[in-house]
């Protein structure tokens, strides 16, 4: 979780309004210090929309994974499902692509002295192909019919916690 300090929170915020990305609203209330309310202005909903729509860069899908995952996350009744489906679908291909190219570093050999260097690659093909194996089930759950909605009725904040896994991966069905 991303908890920003006061001392990177303000400027950043002062930076969006001096770009009229947000705009800020001062609410005065009991005797307290004005407190600022800020709004998200048409060229920075524009901005964002923007920002969510960029293609996933192959080249950096290994150390901006969460960053991709967050974006996804927002796209959600903001971007149409074919748009979603398409950042989903080059998430896939750059994490295949990566973990192909991990696999291959592995098997050259390179750091097969080195216990704790393999092992740690091991670590990242793993992370990474769960990763590639999620795309897919994701890609499968939204591809679903158009007529059906995006969202299940949750049944209990347990099940979100608990995918069934099999050994090709998320079992979007227990969704």
Not at 140 to 157: G, I, T
Request: charged share 20%; aromatic share 6%; net charge positive.
């Amino acid at each position: 979780m991303y908890q920003p300090s006061p001392g990177a929170l303000y400027p950043a915020l002062r930076r969006l309004v001096g770009r009229d990305l947000l705009c800020a609203e001062e609410i005065v209330s009991g005797g307290r210090r004005p407190q600022r309310l800020y709004h998200v202005t048409e060229a920075g909903r524009v901005t964002h929309l923007d920002w969510l729509r960029q293609p996933v860069d192959p080249a950096a899908v290994g150390s901006d994974l969460g960053l991709h995952l967050m974006r996804f996350a927002m796209m959600e009744n903001q971007l149409e499902r074919a748009e979603i489906l398409a950042f989903l679908k080059g998430l896939a291909e750059a994490l295949d692509g990566f973990v192909a190219g991990m696999e291959q570093y592995v098997a050259s050999g390179v750091q097969s002295a080195r216990r704790h260097a393999q092992l740690a690659l091991m670590h990242g093909i793993v992370v990474h192909r769960a990763s590639l194996d999620w795309a897919r089930s994701a890609i499968s759950v939204l591809a679903e019919s158009a007529a059906q909605p995006l969202h299940r009725p949750r049944r209990s904040a347990r099940l979100l916690l608990r995918w069934p896994v099999t050994s090709a991966g998320v079992d979007p069905s227990g969704i």
